[in-house]
């Protein structure tokens, strides 16, 4: 079957694409909720196509699909698949080394805030992450040293003015005195920001940018906002990680269409098992209960473990889809299987 017939035959469903050059090698991996519309996009003229999406259907020589029943799980199933080809077109999928830590440690006077591809070992300071995006670290620091005036060219605070002193980007820190506990102030509120035990940052923030809007100074107002932007960024990537952690075994359930509904146990990162149930006559809570009970008696409690940096947006896909209202879901323990009928009605009902 030629190329042109393939994709005319591509079905509108949720799925995985796999694009192949000459040798047959998989040169893109790409993912749609709509696997038609969204192939035959790439062979449309278009002056909106990349540099890099026309370069990439020049060398397009075969495709592969793979239906899935949901969008979520051809999100995991593109995941996993790039991880194990590591296709030459795929960018968004960083590789280990895009991985960053945002580091807080003292030295001297001061705390020093850095973007690192390796965490801080033993009680040397504070690590936050992995993050998957290097701009966002950047961005979080430059913004709270930029509004803040934290870029001290010279923080060995000798008494001599820096050149950003100047500029007005250092707020005097390299004089000594009051700015440097100020500079440390802002950076502990930061530390608390990003531990989860204090918002006081971000709200004296919002308060900041509000004014300087009403005083229609809106150069200032918008590097708060910016700022603001990123430093949540950063914040949801520490629920990501909190959740993560946490091992979670959990019942999630997202209905196909009027009689059907597919069921997912999840554990952290790892999808134990799905199933379609359903059919003509509608969901029969008993008969899944059953299934799901005999199913989970034989999952072992999980092994402790950190968030690797090649788990991170596996995790990140997972917690978007559990936030993302398409589906329902429920924590679950050994200690409810007694009564997991009751939690399979809740979770798959259709209100």
């Not at 060995?156 to 500029?167: E, F, H, T």
């Not at 502990?188 to 004296?204: M, R």
């Not at 090649?310 to 323990?333: T, V, W």
Request: one cysteine or more; aromatic letters at 8%.
């Amino acid at each position: 079957m030629s190329l042109l017939e393939k994709i005319k035959e591509i079905p509108a469903t949720p799925g995985v694409y796999l694009m192949k050059d000459s040798a047959g090698q998989v040169i893109y991996v790409g993912k749609s909720k709509r696997l038609r519309q969204r192939v035959q996009s790439y062979f449309r003229e278009s002056s909106t196509h990349s540099n890099k999406v026309r370069k990439l259907v020049k060398h397009i020589r075969d495709l592969e699909i793979i239906e899935t029943d949901t969008e979520f799980e051809a999100l995991l199933l593109e995941w996993q698949l790039i991880q194990e080809i590591r296709p030459q077109y795929n960018r968004q999928m960083k590789t280990p080394e895009a991985f960053l830590y945002l580091t807080i440690r003292k030295v001297g006077k001061l705390y020093r805030l850095r973007p690192s591809t390796q965490p801080l070992r033993g009680g040397d300071g504070w690590s936050f992450g992995p993050y998957s995006s290097r701009k966002t670290v950047s961005f979080a620091i430059r913004g709270l040293k930029e509004v803040y005036r934290l870029d001290c060219s010279n923080p060995a605070i000798n008494g001599s003015p820096c050149l950003n002193y100047s500029l007005g980007l250092c707020r005097g820190i390299c004089l000594g005195g009051n700015a440097v506990g100020e500079y440390n102030a802002i950076v502990e509120q930061l530390i608390h920001l990003l531990n989860g035990e204090s918002a006081e940052l971000l709200e004296d923030m919002q308060r900041e940018m509000n004014q300087l809007a009403a005083n229609l100074d809106f150069e200032r107002a918008a590097r708060y906002r910016n700022c603001i932007q990123f430093l949540q960024a950063l914040l949801k990537k520490e629920d990501v990680m909190d959740f993560t952690e946490g091992n979670h075994l959990m019942l999630v359930a997202e209905r196909l269409d009027e009689y059907r509904v597919k069921c997912f146990v999840i554990r952290r990162t790892d999808v134990l098992f799905s199933e379609v149930y359903g059919g003509e006559h509608g969901v029969d809570e008993k008969v899944i209960s059953d299934k799901l009970s005999r199913q989970l008696a034989d999952i072992g409690p999980a092994a402790e473990r950190g968030v690797s940096r090649f788990e991170i947006d596996k995790a990140q896909i997972i917690y978007s889809y559990l936030r993302s209202g398409k589906c329902k879901y429920r924590m679950i323990g050994y200690e409810d299987l007694e009564s997991l009928e009751s939690i399979v009605t809740e979770v798959f009902s259709k209100d």
